[in-house]
């Protein structure tokens, strides 16, 4: 059975690969568009560098004009377990949460799930005038500011909901979790540090070992506030317009849960920055945050507080690495990307005292 986003649409509502992507198919998922009546011919060229689905930018040779649309489809490579609640989310989030949050993402204009085949597709605006940060590279402040009120429209509008956690795509028991993910998270650990060991200076190592200690205990304690979380907020998966950094736009929903928001706030910065640019306006960041925060309603939540998350947060960067290169189909880029990423947050976690901070967190009753 597809969960799809609206009743009506195509036969099937979800398939198999890219090249199932006809003009009959197509028409049908995108006739409540306008623009999409008829389609007469169509072709595809891969766009970014996702390891989770395959994506493609479609041009459309329509009745009314040329158009582009973006297809994100699943992949045949990806366990299936960690596939099918990648894709569920994913949906999930555009059928039922994108409404509700004020941050910019691009538009729906299809989405469905079949979870026994553990399949899916996306059909979304194409934000062509917009190109995708650079990980490696970084970003400059002004694209991080940018980022963080962006990323306040997240946060803002699900601070504290308690409505949601009974939203069961988005919230699961972090101690159950925690005992799933343990295993996983050690043979991660072994195949980073396998990897990576001899590039990494010895301060770089000691967060390997400290986090290999503390990132189960850290999930588990959570945290006070919590709201619906991206997940994997960072460069790769944000759209910057070349001449308006402020309108970027958030992509690949298949993280999305609800945690501690500062989580999300720390791996961004921590990960999009260098240690220089870092430590210069991270302060001023995290005030541009918070005041974004309060521009959407947020009340009793102090900036003491939002630093002291920020904080908390930054083992985010250490999990979703792991992770990440684990699942993650090796490339020299990939790799790249993950030693610097380590590289960035490993410092910053020890110029904020995180780690410190973190166990006095979960030795607190």
């Not at 799809?4 to 006809?22: C, D, I, K, Q, R």
């Not at 980022?147 to 101690?175: F, M, Q, Y």
Request: aromatic share 8%; net charge negative; proline share 6%.
């Amino acid at each position: 059975m597809a969960v799809t986003s609206s009743a009506a649409g195509p036969t099937p509502a979800v398939v198999a690969g890219v090249e199932h992507l006809t003009p009959d198919w197509l028409a049908a998922a995108l006739a409540p568009a306008s623009g999409f009546a008829e389609i007469r011919s169509l072709r595809t060229e891969p766009v970014g560098t996702g390891q989770m689905a395959t994506t493609v930018r479609v041009f459309l040779e329509t009745d009314s004009g040329d158009r582009t649309v973006i297809a994100k489809v699943a992949r045949d490579d990806v366990g299936p377990e960690m596939a099918r609640a990648a894709y569920l989310k994913e949906v999930a989030f555009y059928n039922e949460l994108r409404h509700r949050v004020a941050m910019r993402t691009p538009d729906c204009l299809y989405a469905a799930v079949e979870p026994e085949s553990v399949r899916f597709v996306l059909l979304l605006e194409d934000l062509a005038y917009a190109r995708p940060g650079d990980q490696i590279a970084g970003c400059t402040p002004e694209h991080a500011h940018a980022a963080v009120i962006n990323l306040a429209g997240l946060h803002g509008p699900t601070w504290c909901d308690e409505t949601l956690r009974s939203v069961p795509w988005l919230w699961g028991d972090p101690k159950a979790s925690s005992e799933i993910l343990g295993p996983f998270l050690a043979i991660a650990a072994d195949g980073f540090e396998a990897r990576f060991a001899a590039e990494l200076t010895e301060d770089e190592s000691a967060v390997v070992a400290a986090s290999r200690e503390l990132l189960i205990p850290w999930l588990v304690a959570g945290g006070e506030r919590f709201a619906v979380t991206h997940g994997d907020y960072r460069l790769d998966n944000l759209l910057f317009p070349e001449d308006d950094p402020g309108g970027v736009a958030a992509v690949d929903w298949q993280t999305v849960g609800l945690g501690p928001p500062g989580r999300d706030l720390a791996y961004f910065l921590a990960t999009s920055l260098s240690p220089v640019d870092r430590r210069r306006h991270e302060e001023a960041l995290l005030a541009t945050y918070h005041q974004a925060l309060a521009d959407h309603g947020v009340t009793g939540y102090t900036q003491e507080e939002c630093w002291e998350d920020y904080r908390l947060g930054m083992l985010h960067g250490p999990l979703i690495i792991f992770l990440g290169r684990l699942t993650a189909t090796v490339t020299d880029r990939g790799d790249e990307m993950f030693k610097v990423m380590w590289q960035r947050c490993a410092r910053a976690i020890l110029d904020l005292g995180s780690l410190d901070a973190i166990r006095a967190s979960i030795d607190r009753p």
